[in-house]
């Protein structure tokens, strides 16, 4: 079993910045696709940026230049770096964690993280 734990949602102004960070339980942090995912109110959750147990990162085109997912194995963490942050990107924030398919076909959710971006 996988247990993702999150932290660092809070309230910020338009411009400001947070980072996220999701800490997974268990031994086989390294082999797991990590992602963050959010859905705002009203909206269906949504893909914000995904990073693979090499290393390579996609994001979502609205959050392009502005935020940067990592991950430190060592740790069993990943993190997501959120700056200049905008009003449309409120939402409550949700870590995902993808075992390779030959593995587990079960992947985890964290329990999401409240960001709301707000004057």
């Known amino acids: 079993q996988v247990q993702l734990v999150e932290s660092g949602g809070g309230l910020v102004q338009p411009g400001g910045s947070l980072r996220l960070s999701c800490a997974a339980s268990?031994?086989?942090?390294?082999?797991?696709?990590m992602a963050w995912y959010r859905q705002a109110p009203g909206k269906q959750r949504e893909l914000v940026a995904d990073?693979?147990?090499?290393?390579?990162?996609n994001y979502a085109n609205s959050v392009k230049g502005r935020f940067t997912i990592s991950r430190d194995n060592a740790k069993n963490a990943v993190y997501l770096q959120m700056n200049n942050l905008k009003p449309e990107d409120t939402g409550v924030y949700y870590c995902?964690?993808?075992?390779?398919?030959?593995?587990?076909?079960?992947?985890?959710w964290g329990q999401g993280t409240q960001v709301t971006v707000s004057s």
């Open positions: 990073i693979t147990r090499e290393g390579n990162t």
């Open positions: 268990g031994s086989a942090f390294s082999l797991y696709d």
């Open positions: 995902n964690a993808i075992p390779p398919t030959w593995y587990n076909p079960t992947d985890y």
